[in-house]
């Protein structure tokens, strides 16, 4: 069995490090993990890029104009545009992206426009497709579609909350592949269960590792909040108990 590449979501340089520290292939870059990810600060990308430095993991920036789904509207889809040229153009490897119609099929001019801003700052910028896929109403088709859009890979959880709910997509996701468009597996990948999800032949195995540190005080900083809040953080031990479940 060939070993899946490791991709590490993280939050800040912290994430970056710990990622460089396990040898993961790649992080993806995003800010509010906890609401599924939305597009990073720019500040954040570039000290994401220097703690990567030469031989660390390449930075794949999510850009996400907002939580709740894909079906985004004309100016936020131009916002995405600018900000897949802008994380490129400072130092970013690749950009995870996504977008559906109002019928929740892939939004494929949005797509094309989307990949055409990042292949236009570099011929050879990676395009992920974010699991958008898993909430289409057919993820076989949209996995053929990215193929055929030339994204470089897809991150599905099998089209379930958590990917181990969802196996059994997956694998006809890795089949449909057939090695012409990467498959990475997500949502809920842990120590515990990444020897498993490497067994399906998956190309690549995206995780959090992360943990909760808590804030004081009862006064909410916003409806999402729970109490006085707190952040996630990336957590080196968990990190690193994914690469020895996987025998590295």
């Known amino acids: 069995m060939i070993s899946p590449a490791l991709e590490v979501a993280v939050q800040d340089a912290?994430?970056?490090?710990?990622?460089?520290?396990?040898?993961?292939?790649?992080?993806?870059?995003?800010?509010?993990?906890?609401?599924?990810?939305?597009?990073?600060?720019?500040?954040?990308?570039?000290?994401a890029v220097e703690a990567s430095g030469e031989d660390g993991p390449g930075v794949h920036v999510l850009v996400r104009p907002r939580a709740g789904g894909f079906h985004y509207d004309a100016e936020e889809i131009e916002a995405s545009v600018r900000d897949v040229r802008w994380m490129l153009a400072h130092g970013a490897a690749g950009v995870v992206v996504g977008a559906q119609t109002a019928s929740g099929e892939l939004d494929v001019p949005a797509l094309v426009r989307l990949r055409d801003a990042a292949r236009s700052v570099r011929d050879d910028a990676e395009v992920t497709l974010h699991r958008a896929i898993d909430v289409t109403p057919d993820p076989l088709a949209a996995l053929e579609t990215a193929r055929e859009l030339g994204?470089?890979?897809v991150l599905t959880s099998g089209g379930a909350s958590v990917v181990m709910d969802g196996l059994d997509v997956l694998r006809a996701l890795i089949a449909a592949a057939a090695g012409r468009i990467q498959v990475m597996a997500g949502s809920g990948v842990t120590a515990g269960n990444a020897a498993a999800l490497a067994a399906t032949g998956v190309d690549a195995l995206h995780f959090s590792a992360k943990r909760m540190v808590s804030a004081g005080g009862e006064v909410r900083m916003g409806s999402a909040a729970d109490g006085g809040g707190g952040h996630e953080v990336t957590d080196?031990?968990?990190?690193?108990?994914?690469?020895?479940?996987?025998g590295f």
């Open 14 to 47: 912290a994430g970056v490090r710990v990622a460089k520290e396990i040898g993961a292939a790649r992080v993806e870059l995003t800010h509010g993990l906890a609401l599924g990810g939305v597009t990073p600060s720019p500040a954040t990308l570039e000290l």
């Open 151 to 153: 994204f470089t890979r």
């Open 236 to 246: 080196l031990a968990e990190a690193r108990a994914v690469r020895a479940a996987l």
